[in-house]
């Protein structure tokens, strides 16, 4: 683990450190993005879905 | 192949599929950060610069692989009147989209030290630039029309048009003179990369191809739900009309 951590450090000491930590930080952005945007659609969606069928079962109901 | 295009077969299988391509995501991002920040040497010209290629290369990737996927698409739906094949074509549009984005963004990061510049009208970046407008269009097409039959239709037709834009920019770097490098994995006489950069390489596009699949699933599943939630409003107001 300190050689991971020793590595890593090298890695962002120089004066182009600000270019590649801003790439991976983009990288996280937009797949995170990505990720969060369509579990959130999609749950909803769902959630959606469940009320709707719960109206039409209840509408079915009254008119039985 | 009707067959397998079944929503709710569809939806079966994904939801088998989805935690394994999930899980399959999460272990090849690890791997591939760990190989490209820890494993992967050094550059001797370049430095650790060279490293912004690990998330460069891969988002590039995805962007023209996203746009053949929706072409390809577009082309079942438009021929054969595949059920899902419009939706999958429309599920992928947004991320093929967010990974041009990347790659542009990052294409930039990687020019301002190597070229002296974040931009340049050269061809390989130009068509790119030109893939992320295309990529808006069509998602503008499906946003704008109404008629789901009709958006599918033009937007199949942006699709498979807007494809000669994806040889373009694999080819751009061979037609033209440009200062982007040429291709370093898919070549004739194999990839002018090796080792532990070759291996941070492949798992880094291993995993955003992975992670690509995983949110595909869902973004079809959420379109497939939204048609059954349109069909069930138009029952309920069709039962109180």
């Known amino acids: 683990m300190p050689e991971f951590a020793n590595v890593f450090a090298n890695i962002f000491e120089n004066a182009n450190d600000i270019y590649i930590l801003s790439s991976y930080g983009a990288g996280v952005v937009v797949l995170i993005g990505l990720f969060v945007t369509s579990w959130r659609t999609k749950k909803k969606d769902e959630s959606d879905l469940r009320t709707l069928e719960k109206r039409l079962r209840d509408l079915s109901d009254k008119q039985v | 192949m009707h067959k397998f295009a079944n929503p709710a077969r569809f939806m079966r299988l994904s939801n088998i599929i989805l935690p ?7 272990v090849l991002f690890g791997l591939g950060l760990y190989y490209s ?3 992967a ?3 001797y010209q370049m430095g650790n610069t060279y490293r912004i290629m690990f998330i460069h290369v891969p988002a590039a990737y995805m962007a023209q692989f996203g746009y053949a996927a929706i072409a390809v698409s577009s082309a079942v739906g438009f021929i054969w009147k595949h059920p899902l094949a419009d939706q999958a074509a429309r599920a992928t549009a947004p991320m093929g989209a967010a990974f041009t984005a990347l790659a542009l963004l990052t294409g930039s990061l990687w020019g301002k030290p190597m070229w002296g510049t974040y931009w340049i009208w050269d061809a390989r970046l130009t ?3 030109i893939l992320l407008f295309i990529y808006l269009g069509y998602i503008a097409v499906w946003q704008t029309i109404e008629d789901q039959a009709r958006a599918a239709k033009i937007a199949a037709i942006v699709a498979m048009v807007g494809l000669i834009n994806v040889i373009i920019i694999k080819f751009s770097v061979d037609w033209w003179n440009t200062l982007h490098q040429p291709a370093t994995l898919m070549r004739m006489d194999g990839p002018t990369i090796g080792g532990d950069m070759l291996a941070a390489l492949l798992l880094m596009i291993a995993a955003f191809n992975m992670f690509f699949i995983t949110i595909l699933l869902w973004r079809i599943q959420s379109l497939i739900l939204r048609r059954r939630i349109r069909s069930l409003r138009m029952q309920i107001g069709g039962g109180q009309g």
């Open chain 2, 127 to 129: 068509s790119m630039l």
């Open chain 2, 20 to 26: 394994w391509t999930a899980a399959i995501t999460v």
């Open chain 2, 37 to 39: 920040l820890v494993l």
């Open chain 2, 41 to 43: 040497p050094e550059d």
